[in-house]
């Protein structure tokens, strides 16, 4: 694929996280990776609905460069370091959906109950990474450590991070980690 085709589905997927109600505003970000070494990445604090292809950010992975004026989203590093660690996924979703952001508030992993979902997720426990601030080297580091094992992670106090080998993988991965955390809140409410 070349990169205005990439920019271009980057760019389709930012406005399917707000259609999907899975960010709001200009929270979350997507990123698809091109080769080993480059991404293209959303734009950092621009409203989804307004985004073109243009606006599209191609980062190397590695020295965190990019070319061009636009600023890539403020979880670039979350993306490359999620990258190396799982070089065979293809695209990164940092969502702030509800349910799922709701466990990550409460700082627990989720032991996910449904099959279906343990298929799709990848494992029977998404793990929560410890709580950090926000694009610090620690919320990098440890977000990729809760993502090793599994196709999403939790991030405390912050959202979520949903990783596959292609865009379309990794929105179903979404929706199944959302919907692993509904029945994981409903089974705590039912055992309390």
Request: proline letters at 4%; one cysteine or more; hydrophobic letters at 40%.
């Given at each position: ?23 709001a ?23 989804y609905?307004?985004?073109?292809p ?24 979350l993306h490359c370091?999620?990258y ?10 940092h ?12 700082q627990?992993?989720?032991?996910v ?5 343990q ?23 440890e ?30 991965v979404?929706q ?12 705590q409410?039912?055992?309390?």
């Amino acid at each position: 694929m070349n990169i205005d085709t990439i920019k271009q589905q980057v760019c389709d997927a930012g406005k399917r996280l707000l259609k999907e109600g899975l960010v709001a505003r200009t929270w979350g970000n997507v990123s698809i990776k091109v080769n080993d070494r480059q991404m293209v990445i959303t734009p950092s604090g621009r409203p989804y609905d307004e985004l073109t292809p243009n606006d599209m950010v191609l980062v190397d992975i590695y020295t965190l460069k990019y070319e061009g004026s636009i600023k890539p989203s403020s979880e670039l590093k979350l993306h490359c370091e999620v990258y190396k660690t799982r070089p065979h996924i293809n695209a990164v979703i940092h969502t702030h959906q509800m349910y799922a952001s709701i466990v990550a508030a409460a700082q627990k992993d989720v032991l996910v109950l449904d099959e279906t979902h343990q298929k799709i997720l990848g494992a029977k426990i998404i793990k929560a990474a410890p709580y950090a601030l926000p694009n610090t080297k620690k919320i990098t580091v440890e977000t990729a450590k809760a993502i090793e094992t599994s196709n999403a992670a939790l991030m405390s106090n912050h959202g979520v991070v949903c990783i596959g080998t292609d865009l379309d993988k990794t929105f179903i991965v979404a929706q199944a980690l959302e919907n692993a955390c509904e029945l994981f809140i409903k089974s705590q409410k039912k055992s309390a």
